[in-house]
């Protein structure tokens, strides 16, 4: 069984930062990508970032282009979403997302993300 073990969400002031993780125990070769979708409240969950594994691609949305970075520490399977200038709209339930090279697809449990005005 695919293990996803997030950690760093929080409460924080609107233009604060945090840092997310996401650390697996899958074996690097065997993944594609990982990333973080979110979900706010009354809302369906959408695409954050990822990272594909061997180029290190990177993907963001929209709306955190320029505040949030997405890199990864191949050496221990651990994916990272730097999330600086925070707005109360970024407040949702932050998920750690595997694919691996057979393109099935892992959740994390998620970690929750609030941030006040």
């Known amino acids: 069984q695919v293990q996803l073990v997030e950690s760093g969400g929080g409460l924080v002031q609107a233009g604060g930062s945090l840092r997310l993780s996401c650390s697996t125990s899958?074996?690097?070769?065997?993944?594609?990508?990982m990333g973080w979708h979110r979900q706010a409240p009354g809302k369906e969950r959408e695409l954050v970032a990822f990272?594909?594994?061997?180029?290190?691609?990177?993907t963001l949305a929209d709306s955190v282009k320029g505040r949030f970075t997405i890199y990864r520490d191949n050496a221990n399977n651990t994916v990272y979403l730097q999330m600086n200038s925070l707005k109360p709209e970024d407040t949702a339930v932050y998920y750690c997302?595997?694919?691996?090279?057979?393109?099935?697809?892992?959740w994390g449990q998620g970690t929750q993300v609030t941030v006040s005005s």
């Open positions: 997302k595997l694919r691996n090279q057979a393109d099935y697809e892992f």
């Open positions: 990272i594909t594994t061997v180029h290190r691609t990177t």
């Open positions: 899958m074996p690097g070769f065997a993944i594609r990508a």
